[in-house]
């Protein structure tokens, strides 16, 4: 097949796509309908998950080329998109922007919703609690250093629940101007010196 001839059937199956996202959007809307009417919650976690592994169990069936990341990826936005269909959601997050944290909540919750940094995990709990923020996301645990402590002792004072878990994988890097047996005095976080002192990372 010519070049032209593929690119003619990509433009073809994109004009689908486009159909097809926007059929899935007005579906989306009259669900948030309902749920507005019925006072029900607009995000829904467990509903989330069991559609991704549906998803991906499907692929499978197909033996597609999209790789699992690929499909969750994908899909990530697409419900992130629809989230912000059925409400302007804001996402308090334990910042500042591009720490960890924000990047959790991104890979949970897509670009397409409001994003807010707090200074402090107290402060997630408080802007969640007032009615600021519709979910926010903290820290709870790593494995090298266990829970951290003063999330779960927020959670202690607080009404607010767990919803949802991500599970992200960190990684660090060492960067330096001079070769790295140069190297005589390291700046970084307290929880990167902590995952070095236990020999991982």
Do not use: W
Request: charged share 25%; proline share 4%; hydrophobic share 40%.
């Amino acid at each position: 097949m010519s070049l032209p001839a593929i690119r003619k059937k990509i433009d073809h199956l994109d004009d689908q796509l486009i159909r097809l996202l926007n059929e899935r959007a007005d579906l989306v809307h009259e669900v948030g309908l309902v749920k507005r009417a019925e006072g029900t919650e607009i995000y829904a976690p467990e509903r989330e998950e069991t559609l991704l592994r549906s998803l991906l169990k499907k692929n499978a069936d197909l033996k597609g080329r999209l790789p699992e990341k690929a499909i969750r990826a994908i899909y990530r936005e697409i419900m992130s998109a629809s989230l912000a269909l059925e409400k302007d959601l804001a996402i308090a997050y334990f910042g500042p922007e591009a720490t960890n944290t924000h990047q959790a909540a991104r890979s949970k919750f897509g670009a397409s919703v409001n994003y807010t940094p707090q200074v402090s995990i107290a402060d997630v709990f408080d802007v969640v609690a007032r009615g600021n923020a519709d979910y926010g996301v903290v820290p709870i645990e790593n494995s090298t250093e266990g829970a951290v402590n003063h999330t779960l002792d927020v959670f202690m004072e607080s009404e607010l629940r767990i919803c949802a878990q991500i599970l992200m994988k960190i990684e660090n890097h060492l960067v330096a101007k001079i070769p790295r047996e140069q190297v005589r005095k390291i700046y970084s976080h307290p929880q990167v010196f902590g995952s070095a002192a236990t020999g991982s990372g």
